[in-house]
T-cell receptor, first 116, second 116 residues
Framework: GAVVSQHPSRVICKSGTSVKIECRSLDFQATTMFWYRQFPKKSLMLMATSNEGSKATYEQGVEKDKFLINHASLTLSTLTVTSAHPEDSSFYIC????????????FGPGTRLTVL | AQTVTQSQPEMSVQEAETVTLSCTYDTSESNYYLFWYKQPPSRQMILVIRQEAYKQQNATENRFSVNFQKAAKSFSLKISDSQLGDTAMYFCAFMRGTGANSKLTFGKGITLSVRP
C-alpha cells in the first residue's frame, strides 16, 4: 500500500507555455502533500506544502504566481508551472502524508520537466 | 530553523563490506523524527530507516542501522554487507512534527558507490 503516482513522468514544453503536473495518492487519503524540486546530484528543495481545501504554503523564495498548487481532493494535488522558462527545467517530486503511517511521507516517482 | 548537514559528498565501499554515512543536525526541538532516504538512479525516493528522537534505542532494519546520538545531534547510517544495489544517493532528513508540520528538511546527500 501507500503508493503515490505522478503524471506525466517527463514533459518537454516550449518557453512561455504552462505545464500541469499531477500527484495522486492511490490507496490512501493524503491530508497534506508536499512539492519538491531537485537539480541533478543535488538535494530536494521544498517548494510548498499543500493541504486539501486550503491555500498552499510556499517556502521563502518560491514564486506563488509561477508555481500554482491546487489540492482539490484528499487524493490529488496539482502543480502548474506557468509561463515556463528554461530555468524552470528540473525534476519535480511530490510526497503525500496521511497522518496514518507513523509520520511517513510517501514519495511519487517524480516528473522531469524540460523547457526549450 | 532546522538544518541537516551531510559533509561527505561521496563514498565508496567494497561489496560485502560495511560503510557508515554521517549526518548531523541542528534543532531546538525536543521531540522530532529523523530519516534516511535512498535515491537510486531511478530517482524514486525510498525510506531506508527512521528514528523517533524520544527513543534511546537505535533503529535497525535488516542490514541498515543507525547510531543516534541525541546530545551530539548526530544520526549516522551503517550499511552492513554492502550490496551492488545499495549504490545510490542517500539523504538524511529531519521532521519536526506531524500534519502540516511534517515537512522534511534534507541534507545535501551523499553518493554511495558499491564496488564489485
Amino acid at each position: 500500500g501507500a503508493v503515490v503516482s505522478q503524471h506525466p513522468s517527463r514533459v518537454i514544453c516550449k518557453s512561455g507555455t504552462s505545464v500541469k503536473i499531477e500527484c495522486r495518492s492511490l490507496d490512501f487519503q493524503a491530508t497534506t502533500m508536499f512539492w519538491y524540486r531537485q537539480f541533478p546530484k543535488k538535494s530536494l528543495m521544498l517548494m510548498a506544502t499543500s493541504n486539501e481545501g486550503s491555500k498552499a504554503t510556499y517556502e521563502q523564495g518560491v514564486e506563488k504566481d509561477k508555481f500554482l498548487i491546487n489540492h482539490a481532493s484528499l487524493t490529488l494535488s496539482t502543480l502548474t508551472v506557468t509561463s515556463a522558462h528554461p530555468e524552470d527545467s528540473s525534476f519535480y517530486i511530490c510526497s503525500a502524508y496521511s497522518g496514518r503511517a507513523w509520520n511517513e511521507q510517501f514519495f511519487g516517482p517524480g516528473t522531469r520537466l524540460t523547457v526549450l | 530553523a532546522q538544518t541537516v548537514t551531510q559533509s561527505q559528498p561521496e563514498m565508496s565501499v567494497q561489496e560485502a563490506e560495511t560503510v557508515t554515512l554521517s549526518c548531523t543536525y541542528d534543532t531546538s526541538e525536543s521531540n522530532y523524527y529523523l530519516f534516511w532516504y535512498k535515491q537510486p538512479p531511478s530517482r524514486q525516493m525510498i525510506l531506508v530507516i527512521r528514528q523517533e528522537a524520544y527513543k534511546q534505542q537505535n533503529a535497525t532494519e535488516n542490514r541498515f542501522s543507525v547510531n543516534f546520538q541525541k546530545a551530539a545531534k548526530s544520526f549516522s547510517l551503517k550499511i552492513s554487507d554492502s550490496q551492488l544495489g545499495d549504490t545510490a544517493m542517500y539523504f538524511c532528513a529531519f521532521m519536526r512534527g506531524t500534519g502540516a508540520n511534517s515537512k522534511l528538511t534534507f541534507g545535501k546527500g551523499i553518493t554511495l558507490s558499491v564496488r564489485p
